[in-house]
């Protein structure tokens, strides 16, 4: 699927082109990989986090051919904002909020079309 929002996009394409899905899927399997009590947990979910956020970036430029960087910021902050209704490194620096993930997870996903428009 292009990810690049046009003029023709509805609400529900522009939404699915704003998350992530490749990226979110490949944190998803690296975590399972990741056995429970891991005494390097901290460091390497901090560190796969990081690194998923940077290639977004690239990813999205390089093999989906966006061009807008108002939809690469919002593809970027919508995995961690999945990150983040999930626990991910949040949990690791007393940072995540069970109930505010989940919230802020509905919010974002319904808010975030309506804010990102086609580049002309």
């Known amino acids: 699927m292009a990810r ?11 939404l699915l082109k704003l998350i992530p899905s490749e990226i979110v899927a490949a944190y998803l399997v690296i975590i399972g ?11 390497l ?3 796969v986090t990081a690194i998923l956020l940077i290639m977004i970036p690239f990813y999205l430029i390089s093999l989906m ?3 807008g960087p108002l939809q690469i910021i ?13 626990g991910g490194p949040f949990v690791y620096y007393g940072m995540h909020e069970a ?18 428009k086609p580049e002309n």
């Open 4 to 14: 690049q929002i046009k003029q023709e996009n509805n609400y529900q394409s522009r």
């Open 33 to 43: 990989f990741i056995p429970a009590g891991y005494e390097h947990s901290k460091i």
């Open 45 to 47: 979910l901090t560190a």
């Open 65 to 67: 051919s966006v061009k």
């Open 74 to 86: 919002f593809t970027s902050l919508s995995f961690l904002v999945w990150v983040y209704s999930m």
């Open 99 to 116: 109930v505010i993930g989940s919230v802020l997870l509905v919010l974002w996903t319904l808010f975030i079309p309506f804010v990102v």
